[in-house]
C-alpha cells in the first residue's frame, strides 16, 4: 500500500515559478513509477510527466516540455515537479500517482493505483 501526499501548490503569476513535492508512505515505493497530472474546471484529467523507479528516465507531455522537471529522492520518498515559466493555462489541481513499475513509464491516468488528494495551482495572467 501507497499513501501520496501533495504540497506546494499556490498563487503565482504567469512567468513564476512553484515546486510541488509529493510525500510518499509505504514499502515499496522504490519499485515504483511515478507521475503528475493535473485537472483544470470542467476538462479531463491529464498527463503532466512521469519518472522511473530510479530517477534515471522521465517524459513529459508536449506541453510542459522544458518548462517543467520532475525529480524523485529515493532516500525522502518523495517526488518533486520543478515548474518554471508558468502560463495561465497551467492552472488547474496536480495530482502525484503511482504504479508499480520496474522499466515503463506510464501517461495514461488509468495505469495508475494510487493518487494523492491533489494540490491547487493558478497562476494569474
Known amino acids: 500500500q501507497v499513501q501520496l501526499v501533495e504540497s506546494g501548490g499556490g498563487l503565482v503569476q504567469a512567468g513564476g515559478s512553484l515546486r510541488l513535492s509529493c510525500a510518499a508512505s509505504?514499502?515499496?515505493?522504490?519499485?515504483?513509477?511515478m507521475g503528475w497530472f493535473r485537472q483544470a474546471p470542467g476538462k479531463e484529467r491529464e498527463f503532466v510527466g512521469t519518472i522511473g523507479w530510479s530517477g534515471g528516465n522521465t517524459a513529459y507531455a508536449d506541453s510542459v516540455k522544458g518548462r517543467f522537471t520532475i525529480s524523485r529522492d529515493i532516500a525522502e520518498n518523495t517526488v518533486y515537479l520543478q515548474m518554471n515559466s508558468l502560463k495561465p493555462e497551467d492552472t488547474g489541481v496536480y495530482y502525484c500517482?503511482?504504479?508499480?513499475?520496474?522499466?515503463?513509464?506510464?501517461?495514461?491516468?488509468?495505469?495508475?493505483?494510487?493518487w494523492g488528494q491533489g494540490t491547487q495551482v493558478t497562476v494569474s495572467s
Open positions: 500517482a503511482g504504479v508499480r513499475s520496474l522499466g515503463t513509464l506510464y501517461r495514461s491516468k488509468d495505469e495508475y493505483d494510487y
Open positions: 509505504g514499502r515499496f515505493f522504490n519499485n515504483y513509477a
